[in-house]
């Protein structure tokens, strides 16, 4: 095995690398804002919004992502709206992705005791307030983990959108392949990188997560108190 | 350009049918090996413990595409090459074992901690504990997340095309291609996918209410 | 024109009656303990004087505000009624002062200083101004639930519910609780107290209304009440409760 011409090309990897990043921290940040969005959606606005944003949720997580890339790099410009590969993939990650955290936020919102509400409520609150100041960031902290492990699976998913020439890490490794013709020594240091890259992901949003709801601790509590009184 | 009609749709119906295959394919094989390191994650022995765990670790923290890289070119390099099939089978096999070594590992664990004590107070042996008290049950609690990740399995099918074989994405791909009607072919896929996976969702929910209504006795 | 005026109340859970034609009028100033067994009804009817629990009959008016399920009036009228919980019911995301200062604030647009200064005030008439940026979950629960009285009394009500609020304490920690109470009382507000504390209900309430299967079985001075029961149902269930 030789891993010189593939170290060769570092300065691809490198991009490719910095490429993966920037969408998925972007598909994050975006993913979630949609999907606190459309969770306060399904909660506070009537029935329709909420079979809505169902059918939104469940159409994208009962297709694949390639499939739903392909949708928007190919279809889109059909009606028009012409993008590059790059908007292409980050548009479907976000769309994905918020599909996904609208699933586990929603569940998080659910199971927040009803006692808070009534106790927001009875503190003249309107449902919006009680949402917005009340159940969220408690729901939020609730669901940290399980969204943690879909931020992680979204960032290795972004691999998949080499398949429209995005040279994310992928797509470097493929053009990296094509010019060294050492498909091996270059796939098991893409995959290494990438093994590091997610286990870097999941400490740090273990940390994130300590720092943003210091008080985790007393949530875990919540439903049990109030069952238990 | 070809126009999209009824024989571009037959081939990606056909198309689906392999998917359908390699899914199945793959989730039995893969099976037998996560069952395999399913036991070795919970072995007495540290070794073999922590072989099967970072077997599964690696494999959950890198990407389904570089399982199939790995998979395929690592086989190529030790002189073996399987035909598209077979390598696409393999490879999600390799990936469906760890995932599935986790859920049962988890499933196994959940089983509470009295019914071991229970069973071994019958005079039960390991072995008999696991046949006849622990595995039963796991098995219950093991069904819902086992069907939602069936689901996985079959959305990530769509990316074997890599390894070349032609599955259902695949041929939308080359449908598209040839006709340049996006919206009407990837919707044909699109539907196909969501009818093949949305039912199998609804099963895992309907297994999980199920499964929380008789705990709760 | 009473504090509280509840008219003929009926309210069943499908065909289950719990309320079966209740009346009360409850002046300003006045403390009234609400006493009986558990699905007498009693918190029930506690929860329908805020709209927390709706009702198919009758007639409700508390603090000038007719019950209504209009959401704007409703949360004007529960502008001028606290409810303390049995679970307290603190934020636990929030520090005791943000606790407090919540509601005033996005209800009533109270502007920052002036919510932090109503803050400290109140938790000073419960006795926990140390305790204004500690959170919810490193108090104890008579702690806990001073906050929670706290919290109601920043919106500065006309009638304040108690809803067995000593219930889910241990016993050492019911005193400091019934202490606040008892300060509130003489202060000259407006208080309904569910509770199954009967020397608190003799000596601190000047009304107390024993419910019975959905109905106001008995009700009177509180002294008299206890010292005289007209029924067998209340006579047993004060022999039952004294300890």
């Known amino acids: 095995m030789q891993f010189d011409p593939v170290l060769a090309e570092s300065d691809l990897i490198l991009k490719g690398i910095w490429l993966t990043i920037v969408l998925s921290a972007s598909a994050i940040v975006l993913g979630c804002t949609l999907a606190v969005l459309l969770v306060a959606l399904r909660t506070l606005a009537g029935r329709w919004a909420g079979i809505v944003v169902d059918a939104y949720v469940e159409l994208m997580r009962n297709t694949p992502f390639l499939i739903q890339l392909f949708m928007i790099f190919f279809g889109l410009p059909l009606l028009g709206i012409r993008m590059s590969g790059v908007e292409a993939a980050l548009l479907t990650m976000t769309l994905n992705l918020g599909a996904y955290s609208t699933e586990i936020i929603r569940a998080g919102v659910e199971s927040i005791h009803k006692s808070q509400f009534e106790a927001g409520v009875s503190l003249a609150m309107t449902r919006r307030q009680v949402f917005q100041y009340v159940v969220l960031q408690p729901a939020f902290a609730r669901v940290w983990p399980a969204l943690s492990s879909q931020f992680v699976l979204m960032m290795l998913a972004s691999s998949i959108c080499s398949f429209i020439s995005v040279q994310e890490l992928s797509g470097a490794a493929a053009i990296v392949e094509q010019r060294t013709f050492r498909s091996f020594e270059t796939y098991i240091i893409v995959t290494v990188v990438y093994l590091v890259m997610a286990l870097s992901l999941k400490v740090f949003l273990l940390w994130l997560g300590r720092k943003l709801f210091p008080q985790v601790s007393g949530l875990s509590r919540l439903d049990a108190k109030a069952e238990a009184a | ?217 | 024109m009473p504090a509280v005026l509840i008219e003929d109340i009926h309210k069943s859970y499908g065909r289950l009656e719990v309320l079966k034609g209740v009346s009360l009028s409850v002046d300003a100033g006045q403390v009234v303990a609400i006493i009986g067994r558990s699905g007498s009804g009693k918190s029930t009817l506690l929860r329908c004087i805020n709209g927390l629990e709706t009702f198919q009959s009758g007639k409700i008016v508390v603090a000038g505000h007719d019950m209504t399920q209009d959401p704007r009036k409703l949360r004007e009228l529960r502008k001028d009624v606290g409810i303390v919980f049995q679970s307290y019911n603190l934020f636990p995301h929030l520090t005791v002062g943000q606790n407090i200062m919540l509601s005033p604030r996005i209800t009533k647009n109270v502007p920052q200083a002036q919510a932090m200064a109503l803050a400290k005030e109140v938790l000073a008439q419960v006795g926990l101004s140390d305790k204004f940026d500690s959170y919810p979950d490193n108090l104890s629960g008579g702690q806990q639930q001073r906050v929670a009285i706290a919290r109601s009394l920043a919106m500065q009500p006309k009638v304040m519910l108690f809803d067995e609020v000593t219930s889910a304490l241990d016993p050492e920690l019911t005193g400091e609780v019934l202490l606040v109470m008892e300060k509130l009382a003489k202060g000259g507000m407006t208080m309904l107290l569910v509770t199954h504390e009967m020397n608190f209900a003799r000596t601190v309430a000047d009304t107390t209304v024993f419910m019975h299967q959905g109905l106001i079985w008995e009700s009177g001075p509180s002294k008299e009440l206890f010292a005289n029961p007209q029924t067998p149902e209340l006579a047993n269930f004060v022999k039952a409760g004294a300890h």
Do not use: D
């Open chain 2, 1 to 217: 350009m070809q126009t999209f009609g009824w024989p571009e749709a037959m081939f990606i119906f056909r198309a689906a049918g392999w998917t359908l295959l390699l899914t199945a394919i793959s989730f039995a094989i893969g099976s037998l090996i996560g069952g395999a390191f399913a036991i070795m994650r919970l072995s007495r022995i540290k070794l073999v413990r922590n072989f099967a765990a970072g077997y599964i670790l690696v494999i959950q923290s890198i990407p389904v595409l570089m399982v199939l890289f790995m998979s395929y070119y690592g086989l190529s390099i030790i002189g073996i090459e399987l035909p598209p099939f077979f390598a696409a089978s393999a490879s999600l096999a390799v990936y469906v074992s760890a995932y599935l070594a986790e859920i049962w590992r988890g499933s196994i664990e959940s089983v509470p901690y009295q019914q071991w004590e229970a069973s071994a107070s019958l005079a039960h042996s390991p072995a008999q504990t696991y046949r006849y008290v622990i595995l039963p049950q796991a098995i219950r609690i093991s069904l819902p997340p086992t069907v939602g990740f069936l689901v996985q399995l079959v959305k990530n099918t769509s990316i074997v095309s890599v390894v070349g074989f032609v599955e259902l994405s695949r041929a939308g791909q080359l449908v598209n291609n040839a006709t340049f009607q996006a919206f009407q072919v990837f919707s044909l896929v699109a539907v196909i996918y969501f009818a093949i996976c949305f039912p199998l969702s609804r099963l895992s929910r309907h297994l999980e209410k199920v499964m929380n209504a008789s705990r709760s006795h």
